[in-house]
């Protein structure tokens, strides 16, 4: 099976392009050939020889098509000629109307920026969890920063989005939560897959007995909760280091913050770490926090926490609960409560056997949902259904 993948970006950014990424790796294993198409403005730093890849200038949004630019890409999908096209995260309407007609086109949704004015389903950003489809509702709630006539542009063109996005073969989406905010704004239920991320277990043994390490793995962003970090550490007992494994646009405020509350010694920055630095990270550490503020779509970061035997303490937020079940695999804690969360992670370093327990029910549960041959096989399965159910332009489907 001949696969393109279209993202804005070829790089190792966040969520999506390491889904993206993962996925053609083991395709390609599977003996299927894999393309890539990606946005020329965007920062390419990856290249792969043996795989053709084109960077076309028509992925960003924009409210009136360059024509120019969508010859560009029909162009390639004739030369190409894929099976299927898998698309990620690509907010120009005009280039996913293109490809549906062009071949097979399904689409991996990996937040909410497809249909949210606001991106993270929280009126004001983050000042309130938002339980509306999307409708004039979202004039009033979201976007606040902009120009009213600035919204209601955005609020046709994110309705125009959700409309040409009802046509794809098929829609695959993280976890329950995100299916349900699908079928609120009128995608069919008979085109939502639900298909988790997989992971590939990796090695890693209990921590030393002696461990007071809370692990934070994840963007340095408002939305994940880094402004946070300082508040917790200082919750937690005097002799626990609280560990930050990421990088960001809040990396130098998270060590002026730091620096200013005294504590250099208890909140630890690593930046962004390769696996292996990575894995050494769980490794050493007792007990992994997930602060993020935002409905998050999935939390990838929680599954590969849980992959390494370690358990979670997180904020119930968006499609956490897909994955972590309260007092099995560690704790669910509501959102902002940052003095709940510095106590169940007190709670897992001062009972060691606790945290051990949870870990492995963690890592149980995480290698039985969410194990790599069984996804791929069913992403298999779904894409020959979407090639089997497609039908070029001019031509009725049977």
Request: aromatic fraction near 8%; include cysteine; charge should be positive.
């Amino acid at each position: 099976m001949k696969i393109f993948q279209v993202n804005n970006h070829l790089e190792h950014k966040g969520g999506a392009e390491v889904s993206m990424l993962e996925l053609a790796d083991v395709l390609e294993a599977r003996g299927h050939q894999l393309g890539f198409v990606y946005h020329c403005k965007s920062r390419k730093t990856l290249s792969f020889p043996h795989r053709p890849t084109y960077c076309v200038p028509a992925l960003e949004a924009k409210i009136w098509p360059n024509l120019w630019r969508l010859v560009q890409l029909a162009v390639i999908m004739k030369r190409e000629r894929p099976d299927v096209v898998i698309v990620h995260n690509v907010y120009n309407l005009w280039t996913v109307a293109l490809l549906r007609r062009l071949a097979p086109t399904i689409r991996l949704v990996h937040g909410h920026e497809m249909y949210c004015m606001g991106l993270y389903k929280n009126i004001n950003e983050i000042g309130g969890v938002c339980t509306f489809a999307h409708s004039y509702t979202c004039l009033t709630n979201c976007r606040q920063d902009l120009w009213f006539p600035l919204r209601v542009i955005l609020y046709l063109y994110r309705k125009a989005e959700i409309r040409v996005n009802r046509r794809l073969e098929r829609l695959l989406v993280t976890s329950r939560y995100m299916r349900q905010n699908l079928l609120a704004n009128g995608f069919q239920e008979g085109k939502i897959e639900i298909l988790p991320p997989f992971i590939t277990p990796e090695a890693v043994g209990l921590p030393p007995p002696s461990s007071l390490i809370v692990l934070f793995v994840g963007r340095l962003e408002d939305i994940k909760g880094t402004r946070l970090l300082p508040e917790i550490a200082q919750l937690l007992p005097v002799g626990v280091k609280l560990v930050v494994a990421g990088d960001g646009e809040l990396k130098e405020e998270l060590l002026e913050s730091s620096s200013k509350a005294g504590l250099e010694d208890r909140l630890i920055l690593h930046g962004w770490l390769s696996k292996q630095d990575l894995l050494r990270a769980y490794s050493n550490g007792r007990v992994v926090i997930f602060p993020s503020l935002v409905e998050e779509p999935f939390g990838r970061v929680g599954i590969e926490a849980m992959a390494a035997g370690r358990p979670v303490v997180a904020f119930d937020v968006g499609g956490v609960k897909d994955w972590l079940i309260h007092g099995e695999h560690g704790f669910l804690v509501p959102r902002g409560d940052v003095e709940q969360m510095a106590e169940f992670a007190t709670l897992l370093l001062e009972h060691p056997e606790l945290a051990n327990k949870m870990g492995e029910m963690g890592r149980k549960r995480a290698s039985s949902l969410f194990d790599r041959d069984m996804i791929l096989s069913r992403l298999e399965k779904i894409l020959n259904e979407a090639i089997d159910s497609w039908s070029p332009p001019g031509r009725v489907a049977p």
